[in-house]
């Protein structure tokens, strides 16, 4: 009994293990199944090369370009202040702003002119009595000549002085008599009033401040990879530092919900970095930023926080992708002639908000994905839909859109688009010279593009309006 309850457990156990390896070694074969999965649809786009107007982004706040303030020079109580000295009102050049009283002003100048008249009477009579000492002289029959203490001369030179000293006077009692007269130095904007009416004022008390309206500035911050694409001249020792046909600006700002538009152009640079930001500020000017327009657009006022557009280079032979294309920074999906997806690496060299714009890494004829490929794996098999259109256009205006809007547009269409943008709002072109440009915009003739090209820069001299003086925005080529 006792081998027995030892020797079943041990029977029992070899069982199992022997029925397990049996099933184990005798089961059968799992069925293969090829497992294909179907192609990725996707939709592609043939790309091929094409021209691109850089626009810088950029913003500031407008400030007069020439901005002063109102001293007197005479002291004196003012006695009347001009209907246009106002805090916030116009004026005109030499416009009488203010008179201090003129009273003790016009006393000096009586003091002086007599003063004068008696300077004027001991001249004469010093002159008498050095011709009559001559004359009493020559009489004696004297071989010597006469000294000039004989003749008077010392005395006739005191005279003399005395008399322009004389004169000095009066020539300053009435520049001081002028002075109580405080006139505009030119067109101008009170921005501040300091006196009124009866209080008492002294060389160095600021009256006012003023500003010029004929251009308003905008100090505009640029990086070095922005200005490597403006055309900006460098300006050595003895040159100019204004350039008179800099890049085109166009400035926004938005009031009540409205966005409103203004154009000048970039006038001169700054002399150095701020070494805070290693920035460079360019001075954009806009002209006349008070004149009325037919579309009410309001006045540039200074103060006012706007954004800004420079034109800046042509890039040649570039593709322009939209940014939401790209992947971690530095590749865009492809499809290839076998319908398979492939990772290119590409150098952009410039972009914004919407788009890049790609030198190297792609060739004409590329088809780019437009597809979001979650997990975009090299040699993936995609199933391609090919688009005629780019979801994505760069935007371009012509010669129409600037004559339908009459406003100021950022012009992309040619030489003759920028000519057309630097107009002014408020100055219609004439019908017979708007009709030639539609005909040739239109596809007419176009070998008249040069004729009516110099009516219209002939119409814009009679006008005041200055138009850019070469056919170039940027530096083209690049790319």
């Known amino acids: 009994m006792k081998v027995l309850r030892i020797l079943l457990p041990l029977v029992i156990l070899g069982g199992a293990g022997s029925l397990a390896y049996w099933i184990l070694a005798t089961k059968p074969e799992p069925r293969q199944r090829n497992f294909n999965p179907g192609a990725t649809q996707v939709e592609v786009f043939s790309l091929q090369p094409s021209r691109y107007q850089v626009e810088l982004e950029t913003q500031g706040t407008v400030r007069a370009r020439t901005e002063s303030t109102l001293?007197?020079?005479?002291?004196?109580?003012?006695?009347?202040?001009g209907r246009n000295f106002r805090d916030?009102?116009?004026?005109?050049?030499?416009?009488?702003?203010?008179?201090?009283?003129?009273?003790?002003?016009?006393?000096?100048?009586?003091?002086?002119?007599?003063?004068?008249?008696?300077?004027?009477?001991?001249?004469?009579?010093?002159?008498?009595?050095?011709?009559?000492?001559?004359?009493?002289?020559?009489?004696?029959?004297?071989?010597?000549?006469?000294?000039?203490?004989?003749?008077?001369?010392?005395?006739?030179?005191?005279?003399?002085?005395?008399?322009?000293?004389?004169?000095?006077?009066?020539?300053?009692?009435?520049?001081?008599?002028?002075?109580?007269?405080?006139?505009?130095?030119?067109?101008?904007?009170?921005?501040t009033k300091n006196v009124d009416v009866g209080q008492y004022v002294s060389p160095g008390n600021q009256l006012a401040r003023i500003y010029a309206v004929d251009f308003a500035e905008v100090?505009?911050?640029?990086?070095?990879?922005?200005?490597?694409?403006?055309?900006?001249?460098?300006?050595?020792?003895?040159?100019?530092?204004?350039?008179?046909?800099?890049?085109?600006?166009?400035?926004?700002?938005?009031?009540?919900?409205?966005?409103?538009?203004?154009?000048?152009?970039?006038?001169?640079?700054?002399?150095?970095?701020?070494?805070?930001?290693?920035?460079?500020?360019?001075?954009?000017?806009?002209?006349n930023p008070y004149g009325f327009t037919e579309d009410g657009r309001p006045p540039?006022?200074?103060?006012?926080?706007?954004?800004?557009?420079?034109?800046?280079?042509?890039?040649?032979?570039?593709?322009?992708?939209?940014?939401?294309?790209?992947?971690?920074?530095?590749?865009?999906?492809?499809?290839?002639?076998?319908?398979?997806?492939?990772?290119?690496?590409?150098?952009?060299?410039?972009?914004?908000?919407?788009?890049?714009?790609?030198?190297?890494?792609?060739?004409?004829?590329?088809?780019?994905?437009l597809t979001d490929v979650p997990f975009a794996l090299e040699a993936l098999p995609v199933d391609p839909t090919e688009l005629e259109k780019l979801p994505f256009e760069v935007e371009k205006v012509n010669v129409q859109e600037i004559f339908s809007r009459r406003g100021p547009v950022s012009s992309r269409g040619g030489f003759l688009g920028q000519m057309l943008s630097a107009i002014p709002a408020d100055k219609p072109i004439p019908a017979d010279l708007k009709a030639k440009l539609d005909e040739i915009t239109s596809g007419g003739d176009r070998s008249q593009i040069g004729r009516v090209m110099q009516e219209l820069r002939a119409w814009a001299d009679s006008q005041g309006i200055e138009l850019p003086g070469g056919g170039g925005g940027g530096r083209g080529g690049r790319g």
């Open 219 to 287: 100090r505009l911050p640029l990086t070095e990879t922005q200005l490597s694409f403006l055309d900006i001249p460098e300006i050595y020792r003895g040159q100019q530092s204004d350039f008179r046909d800099g890049p085109n600006v166009t400035l926004t700002s938005q009031i009540a919900d409205i966005t409103h538009e203004w154009r000048g152009r970039i006038f001169r640079s700054e002399g150095t970095f701020d070494v805070r930001t290693r920035q460079l500020f360019v001075i954009a000017q806009v002209r």
């Open 71 to 81: 001293i007197p020079e005479v002291r004196g109580r003012i006695l009347e202040i």
């Open 300 to 369: 540039l006022k200074v103060g006012t926080f706007v954004q800004a557009k420079i034109r800046g280079a042509v890039l040649q032979d570039v593709f322009v992708v939209p940014r939401r294309l790209l992947r971690e920074n530095s590749f865009l999906l492809t499809v290839d002639s076998e319908n398979l997806l492939r990772r290119k690496p590409v150098n952009i060299i410039w972009q914004n908000d919407s788009s890049i714009v790609v030198n190297e890494g792609l060739v004409s004829g590329d088809r780019i994905c």
């Open 88 to 191: 916030g009102s116009f004026f005109e050049e030499d416009e009488v702003l203010l008179r201090i009283d003129p009273r003790d002003y016009q006393t000096e100048l009586v003091v002086a002119d007599a003063n004068l008249s008696q300077m004027r009477l001991a001249l004469a009579e010093e002159e008498a009595r050095s011709d009559q000492a001559l004359e009493d002289w020559e009489r004696l029959n004297l071989d010597e000549e006469p000294s000039e203490l004989v003749l008077r001369m010392p005395q006739l030179k005191r005279a003399k002085a005395n008399v322009a000293s004389a004169e000095a006077r009066l020539e300053t009692a009435k520049r001081n008599l002028e002075k109580t007269e405080i006139r505009a130095p030119y067109v101008g904007r009170i921005l």
